[in-house]
């Protein structure tokens, strides 16, 4: 007889044993779920696409859920310094992470650059960006769209560029903003604006535009756009909200985020 049928005897002929080892397996059971929680994470925009499948993988490995909602990270700063619970904070920038541990209101050195993104000239139409973004100063086209620069750090990083171009006046009653980010890739892919200033992360699939036209700007045009992880207070004390900060940092996560084209 082999081992399991003489475990399946054993249990047959002491059926208090049995018993007691389904409890054990219960309470084993139990205490798994009550060691997984959920940490509520406010994320930047252009992030959507990386932190969706970060958060998938995440829950699959820890047990834990992130609960993700997404928008500007101006916005997400006066929610949080007016109560919002998030607990972990995604930002576009790396200032604003910044500002909120000296507000008191996230915890101090726990903040750190989960990425560094990259702006692109964008348009749903196959050849009207070139490669230059010489269609800037041309002009043939009637919509530009940006981030809001008051709201958004990629809208900010627009206007640096419009500048060094010395395009900005002219192109000024031609630009329509997005509050976010993604609403500024909405007005773009649906053609209400011909072109526009987005995240690479949004037009970028396997290492490859999508589609369209595109223009990469090069880094030198514009600030750097440091994208800074933060713990906020209400998560000081969970364990899902550390977790997911250690998770981004590691090898599984940096390849999701290399793949939309951030660099670190």
Do not use: C
């Amino acid at each position: 007889m082999n081992s399991a049928l003489r475990f399946a005897a054993m249990l047959h002929r002491h059926p208090f044993l049995a018993r007691a080892l389904t409890l054990i397996g219960l309470g084993l059971a139990a205490a798994h779920v009550a060691q997984a929680d959920q940490v509520s994470v406010a994320v930047a925009a252009n992030f959507t696409a990386p932190m969706q499948k970060i958060a998938a993988a995440f829950e699959a490995e820890t047990g834990h859920k992130a609960e993700l909602s997404f928008g500007a990270t101006g916005k997400f700063y006066a929610q949080i310094t007016n109560g919002a619970p998030f607990q972990v904070l995604l930002s576009a920038d790396d200032t604003t992470s910044a500002k909120l541990e000296r507000e008191g209101k996230a915890v101090a050195h726990s903040r750190f650059t989960y990425a560094i993104g990259t702006l692109v000239l964008w348009s749903a139409q196959a050849g009207t960006v070139d490669a230059q973004g010489d269609v800037l100063k041309r002009g043939d086209f009637k919509h530009l769209a940006i981030a809001n620069p008051k709201l958004a750090p990629y809208g900010v990083a627009a206007v640096q560029v419009m500048d060094k171009l010395g395009v900005t006046a002219a192109l000024q009653p031609r630009l329509v903003q997005g509050e976010n980010i993604a609403q500024t890739f909405q007005f773009v892919s649906t053609g209400n604006a011909q072109l526009g200033f987005v995240a690479l992360s949004q037009v970028m699939v396997d290492g490859k535009i999508r589609s369209g036209s595109a223009w990469q700007v090069p880094a030198s045009l514009h600030d750097p756009i440091r994208q800074d992880a933060v713990l906020l207070a209400p998560g000081k004390d969970s364990a899902a909200a550390t977790t997911l900060l250690t998770y981004l940092r590691g090898d599984k996560a940096r390849a999701i985020i290399q793949s939309y084209g951030y660099s670190f």
